[in-house]
């Protein structure tokens, strides 16, 4: 290429501001907890602030439950299970989930909004992806209510009972879905626990189940922090815990619920490794690494973090990166044309900035879009750390923030050595033309979760969970019932 | 690894042009399989996303101004007559009489022996005359057929000159002849514009698409179109998302820029701020011109229209405030 390059700059056609409208949110003042199939409030009345991340304003408050709130939530539960729930039919089961997921589309914009809002993540993807998402998983599971005999675990499967669910706050409202649906399918009644800093569209999602009549009792939603969890972890009357969240949380979870006979799955943290090789197909490999990484603002356990480019095509492979990269359009998560939103909270933002600290520190090169930040909330901009070596932090630790680590490799093996060279094994993506070269690889990757040619791809008929650090259980298709079902 | 920096924005144009001579059909063979592979789910995703940009006020105004001025008015029916003609002309050289701010668009579309009338009509207009050719659309006929029939058009005074690739030979493999039969009509062209039409929907994978593009691109063509409008499958987003970003590669690697243009079936300014978003977000403001973005279209003229009348009095007209051509 000559020295004299004319460049055409990318989105020069600026966008006016296109945001969507708050106005349908309609959020309350306060929320009280989901007990029994009523709204009441927290037996101290303690109640704490739900931010909006974008601009630090309180949006709600929410109850505080406390270890006899707890209480409160798993007796409604065992009640609900004892009289009703367990008597009820897999048809009349079914009826309900298709009634929740139907609903959750009727106020598919509102739910959208209050994600938006709550979180901080863009409402395209919210809109798009996160509400859809879980009417599908409910309406996926509703059609397993009553065939779960020919699930091909075993002749009669049955229901555990009361399960304990604690959520994160990445994705409130499909993770309440991927834990409810199967749970209530298969026969268990349920005390979810949504994160501390998202708890409202899971609130939302307790009038929707008030909407489809579901019998009081069966979902009980109880807000918190921290201790409200470990309160629900430890409960005596709950049989089943099934968490999602960090590798940490997930430690302390296990232990505490080891040699308690309760059941136990983890879905934690990742450090996906998305392999790229010289023939894969450039212009949606570059996609396919922006959609691994800075979805959802990298709040995302299984994300693309470690991209891992074979080393004769890395230099064209990051020229293009690079270029996508600018292009991100970053800021007010309400704009329709928004691609990364906030960060979550104050603290995940520091996380994030002190592994990136820490990038800079160990000699990695660093490249941070320019894009314009607002003033108020919590922001980083996406960035791309180059010449990151297998021993550096940001190329081990989970960084969970729009942060990519760029390690290239020579050989299909040295690629699946690097790959594979981690605590953790949620999901990772290969990108080849090549077929043969993609299933030996896949073969040779322990990770739960495996893409080709694409990345960060969810369906409720597909299975999702990690192995090593990355926690072990199913969540989505078949397998997603075994969680809940004694087999 | 090379150092990251702000230098590697946009698309990258060399000043100097530089397209590599194909000597054979080997080489040109090998220059198109040393190209990446096309993943279809993957480009089906991103106009998937790209649809769903939300162009408001004045961007939007400003989009459906750059569209009128990219539309190449088109008749192409047995049916069209020298008064036919006419009236399109007239269209393209004022399509709202009652709003002088409304520009020309870029061109009026015909088949060949009505390019003398469409010349006449338009005069000095900027509205450039192009003609359809070299047995247009099948493009079923002798290379010397192909070649009289599009130097007629020129001669009759055609500034662009649409032709048809072979599909048949391309499809047999035969790249090479495909390649030749473009050089020979670009010759003959003379100073007219060659666009070249693939008929994607006949080609039907999208790495048939990049392969005829690069051809076409190879061989000297000014733009690149995607289809005839007469077969069923014709302009969809992910084919022009295939061709805009073969014609940023060629031209980041040659210096030449390559114009697209989409053509058949698009028919609604919705459609139409769609294509813009994607030239916006893939190749950039070189392309967003009607120097090297067009429309092939008839009925998309009105619609956009009235839409831009809406955005600047906030009500919708009825159609018939807009003359039907």
Not at chain 1, 135 to 161: I, M, R, V
Not at chain 1, 415 to 428: E, M, P
Not at chain 2, 85 to 110: E, H, I, W
Not at chain 2, 157 to 176: N, P, T
Request: proline share 4%; charged share 20%; aromatic share 6%.
């Amino acid at each position: 290429m000559t020295d004299h390059a004319l460049t055409s700059p990318l989105g020069a056609l600026t966008y006016d501001p296109a945001p969507e409208s708050t106005a349908i949110a309609h959020l309350a003042p306060s929320y009280g907890l989901f007990l029994d199939g009523q709204f009441t409030d927290a037996a101290q009345h303690e109640q704490f602030a739900s931010l909006n991340p974008a601009t630090e304003e309180t949006l709600a408050t929410v109850a505080q439950a406390s270890t006899a709130d707890v209480d409160r939530a798993v007796a409604s539960a065992r009640r609900a299970y004892d009289k009703v729930w367990s008597k009820t039919t897999g048809a009349q089961r079914a009826k309900y989930l298709y009634r929740i997921a139907r609903l959750i589309l009727e106020r598919a914009r509102e739910l959208a909004v209050v994600e938006t809002l709550d979180n901080g993540k863009p409402i395209r993807e919210s809109r798009d992806i996160d509400v859809p998402l879980a009417a599908a998983h409910f309406f996926y599971y509703a059609g397993w209510a009553d065939k779960l005999e020919h699930a091909g675990l075993g002749p009669s499967p049955q229901p555990l009972g009361v399960a304990g669910q604690i959520i994160p706050w990445n994705f409130p409202l499909l993770m309440a879905a991927w834990k409810l649906a199967p749970a209530l399918a298969a026969g268990n009644t349920c005390v979810l626990k949504p994160a501390e800093t998202t708890p409202l569209s899971a609130l939302i999602l307790g009038e929707i189940l008030q909407q489809a009549g579901l019998p009081d009792g069966v979902v009980n939603i109880v807000t918190g922090d921290g201790t409200t969890g470990a309160a629900l972890v430890d409960h005596p009357g709950v049989d089943k815990i099934a968490f999602t969240g960090s590798t940490e949380v997930g430690r302390l979870i296990q232990q505490r619920v080891a040699s308690s006979g309760k059941r136990l799955t983890l879905e934690l943290g990742g450090k996906g490794a998305n392999i790229v090789f010289e023939d894969a197909p450039l212009d949606e490999v570059i996609e396919g690494i922006i959609d691994g990484i800075f979805f959802n603002q990298g709040h995302v356990c299984c994300a693309g973090s470690r991209l891992l480019v074979q080393e004769s095509v890395a230099d064209e492979v990051l020229r293009r990166l690079l270029r996508r990269v600018d292009q991100l359009r970053v800021g007010n998560p309400m704009d329709k044309n928004t691609d990364v939103g906030a960060i979550n909270s104050a603290a995940q933002l520091a996380r994030i900035r002190e592994l990136s600290d820490w990038g800079e520190r160990e000699g990695a090169t660093r490249y941070t879009s320019d894009c314009a930040l607002p003033d108020k909330g919590y922001w980083f901009a996406p960035t791309v750390f180059s010449d990151v070596a297998q021993s550096h932090r940001i190329a081990r630790d989970e960084i969970f923030g729009p942060v990519l680590s760029v390690l290239t490799f020579r050989t299909p093996d040295e690629a699946v050595a690097k790959a594979n060279n981690s605590t953790y094994g949620l999901a990772c993506g290969v990108w080849s033309e090549k077929g043969s070269r993609t299933l030996w690889v896949a073969q040779r990757l322990r990770a739960g979760v495996i893409w080709a040619n694409t990345y960060n791809k969810f369906d409720p008929t597909s299975p999702f969970g990690g192995v090593r650090e990355s926690g072990f259980g199913r969540e989505g298709g078949r397998h997603g019932l075994e969680a809940y079902l004694n087999v | 690894m090379r150092t990251l920096d702000a230098r590697d924005r946009g698309v990258l144009i060399p000043a100097v042009i530089s397209v590599p001579v194909m000597r054979n059909e080997s080489e040109l063979r090998a220059a198109l399989f040393a190209r990446a592979g096309i993943d279809a789910v993957g480009v089906e995703n991103r106009v998937a996303k790209l649809a769903t940009r939300s162009l408001k006020t004045s961007t939007k105004l400003r989009a459906i101004d750059l569209a009128m001025s990219m539309v190449d008015l088109t008749t192409l029916e047995g049916a069209d007559t020298p008064g036919r003609v006419s009236s399109l002309c007239a269209k393209a050289m004022r399509p709202d009489p009652r709003d002088v701010d409304v520009a020309p668009v870029a061109a009026v579309c015909v088949y060949p022996d009505l390019v003398a009338h469409a010349r006449r009509v338009l005069g000095e207009s900027s509205v450039a005359v192009a003609s359809v050719a070299t047995a247009f659309p099948s493009g079923r006929a002798s290379l010397a057929v192909k070649l009289l029939d599009v130097a007629e058009a020129v001669s009759a005074g055609a500034d662009e000159i649409d032709m048809v690739i072979d599909r048949g030979a391309f499809l047999a493999g035969r790249w090479g002849q495909v390649f030749d039969e473009i050089v020979a009509v670009k010759a003959a062209c003379g100073a007219a514009h060659l666009k070249v039409i693939l008929e994607t929907g006949e080609l039907v994978t999208y790495d048939n698409v990049a392969r005829a593009s690069w051809i076409a691109m190879l061989a000297g063509a000014d733009f690149i179109k995607t289809s005839t409008g007469k077969v069923g499958v014709n302009a969809t987003l992910p084919v022009a998302l295939v061709m805009l970003e073969a014609a940023r590669d060629f031209a980041e690697s040659t210096g030449r820029i390559v114009g697209v243009k989409v053509a058949g079936g698009i028919r609604t300014t919705k459609d139409a701020l769609r294509y813009l978003v994607v030239v916006n977000e893939t190749v950039g403001d070189a392309w967003l011109s009607p120097d090297y973005f067009r429309f092939g279209a008839s009925s998309l003229l009105n619609d956009l229209l009235m839409q831009r009348r809406k955005q600047r009095t906030g009500a919708y007209v009825r159609p018939d405030e807009f003359s039907g051509d």
